[in-house]
């Protein structure tokens, strides 16, 4: 790896473990082995790497959280079993991406503040939707953008407010099958 690849690897090991605002360029120096010039060079700003690599965590949570191609070939036709799955899958990360919830959580607070952090996450969100629609149930945004867009955002809001529930208290917070019986209630197909 270079320079450039070490320090967003490093920026993302001190987000994870420090957050967006304890962060220093001299800390993300320190755990990349490179040097504080490297990130202007490669980087512009600190904040620009920040930025990226904030973008690489979720992106790559992504990847693990959702299903395989093949998987996402053979995902159930009965929509509350493959609404099940999805949540049993999303459920499962809960432990190891806690830090990134948190980091998230963080970011969101900052925005008000932040215009350049806003801009920089706000076309990936758009795209991070379409990639839970495509993902996690099985969706192609481009046979039915429409669909595959307020799936996406059904799924990324669902998404947030689970994972932020799994932090609180991790007892109490929903199961898949919890949710599954929930929609069957908002549906009007479980008394």
């Not at 993302?12 to 755990?31: N, Q």
């Not at 939707?129 to 799936?151: C, N, Y």
């Not at 990324?156 to 929930?182: C, F, K, N």
């Amino acid at each position: 790896m270079g320079h450039k690849e070490d320090l967003l690897e490093g920026a993302k090991r001190c987000l994870l473990e420090k957050g967006y605002g304890r962060t220093t360029a001299r800390d993300i120096v320190a755990a990349s082995g490179t040097n504080l010039a490297s990130i202007g060079y490669h980087y512009g700003s600190k904040d620009a790497l920040l930025q990226q690599a904030f973008l690489a965590l979720t992106e790559e949570w992504g990847e693990q959280a959702g299903p395989a191609e093949e998987v996402r070939k053979d995902l159930p036709a009965d929509p509350y079993r493959r609404f099940h799955d999805v949540w049993e899958r999303l459920i499962a990360t809960a432990g190891d991406s806690r830090p990134l919830w948190k980091l998230q959580t963080e970011v969101v607070t900052r925005l008000d503040d932040d215009e350049k952090l806003r801009e920089a996450i706000r076309e990936p969100q758009r795209e991070g939707r379409l990639g839970m629609a495509e993902g996690f149930l099985g969706l192609d945004p481009e046979a039915d953008p429409e669909k595959a867009r307020v799936a996406g955002l059904l799924v990324q809001a669902l998404a947030t407010g689970v994972m932020i529930q799994w932090m609180v208290d991790p007892e109490t917070a929903p199961s898949a099958d919890d949710l599954t019986e929930g929609l069957k209630v908002l549906m009007g197909e479980r008394d």
